[in-house]
């Protein structure tokens, strides 16, 4: 399973402008185009920092997808305000305790690892990170994408609430930095999300 995201750098007073033009007109669009399984957006109100991702069965359907796209991707741009990366995914691990509701928050962190050494982060994940993400206070679900051509992926874990995600911190950098360390990875960067959609389909894949 596969995953594009889009990442825009908003001016912060259109954000909730942006996530109703992807509520209201992105998603339905998504959901006519075959093998389509969701989409999911993150917000920083304070940086501008938006993130949207949908998934996709195949990689074919990816590709397809991006293309088609490429007029709703534009016309985002245009009411968030700012401009905006494309990256391509394979879906390693995504793993949910339960559904999200009102409220969640999510934190991310992208990775560096050697090419070579993805399939094995992929395992690592799965064995030694997720139970200790579930030990986190809030944690609801967690997903790892990776992009094996460079090596590059990025963990996210969704919490309940934001209280929860800021009180379990500490805990969730030292865990963070003992993991990547065992992996052989380097943290690129973090960051603190408002879930502001929540309709990622990916089944659990853990």
């Not at 993150?42 to 796209?69: K, Q």
């Not at 559904?99 to 934190?107: I, K, P, W």
């Not at 064995?127 to 944690?139: Q, W």
Request: glycine fraction near 6%.
């Amino acid at each position: 399973m596969y995953a594009r995201s889009t990442s825009i750098q908003a001016q912060p007073s259109n954000i909730d402008a942006g996530i109703a033009y992807v509520r209201d007109e992105v998603m339905p669009a998504l959901q006519n185009m075959d093998a389509y399984v969701g989409l999911s957006m993150l917000v920083d109100r304070e940086s501008g920092r938006c993130i949207a991702t949908s998934a996709w069965d195949t990689e074919d359907a990816l590709r397809i997808s991006t293309e088609r796209a490429a007029p709703l991707r534009d016309r985002a741009i245009e009411i968030f305000g700012g401009d905006a990366t494309v990256d391509s995914w394979e879906i390693g691990v995504m793993h949910r305790d339960h559904q999200s509701a009102d409220g969640a928050c999510v934190r991310a962190a992208w990775l560096r690892m050697p090419a070579d050494q993805v399939g094995r982060a992929i395992e690592f994940y799965k064995a030694s990170v997720l139970p200790s993400l579930e030990d986190l206070e809030g944690f609801c679900s967690a997903s790892l994408l990776i992009n094996r051509s460079t090596g590059r992926g990025v963990s996210s874990t969704t919490f309940d609430s934001r209280d929860a995600m800021e009180r379990n911190r500490d805990q969730a950098t030292e865990l963070r930095n003992t993991r990547t360390r065992e992996l052989g990875a380097d943290i690129v960067d973090v960051g603190e999300f408002e879930l502001a959609i929540a309709h990622l389909r990916v089944p659990e894949m853990a």
